[in-house]
């Protein structure tokens, strides 16, 4: 099976995170939390699409 180079070091630097926070799932959160903050100026958030309108059949 293909190994990926990129998604191998993605899941090493999470486990090297998931280990600072020791395995706690709470810290984890809190620590993603605290860098979604500190880059806010860089995230994108898009507003949602409006729905679409349905031809009634008939």
Same mark, same amino acid.
Not at 1 to 7: S, T
Not at 18 to 24: G, L, P, S, V, Y
């Given at each position: 099976?293909? =190994?990926? &180079? @990129?998604?191998k070091?993605?899941? %090493?630097? /999470? /486990? $090297?995170i $998931?280990? $600072?926070? =020791?395995?706690?799932p709470?810290? +984890? +959160? $809190?620590? @993603? =939390?605290? *860098? =979604?903050?500190? +880059?806010?100026? /860089? *995230?994108?958030?898009? %507003? &949602?699409? &409006?729905? *679409?309108? *349905?031809? %009634?059949?008939?």
């Open positions: 099976m293909f =190994q990926d &180079p @990129i998604i070091e993605i899941r %090493k630097v /999470r /486990r $090297e $998931e280990a $600072e926070c =020791q395995n706690d709470g810290k +984890y +959160y $809190e620590h @993603i =939390q605290k *860098l =979604q903050e500190s +880059y806010k100026d /860089r *995230l994108v958030r898009h %507003k &949602p699409k &409006p729905a *679409l309108k *349905l031809a %009634k059949a008939g």
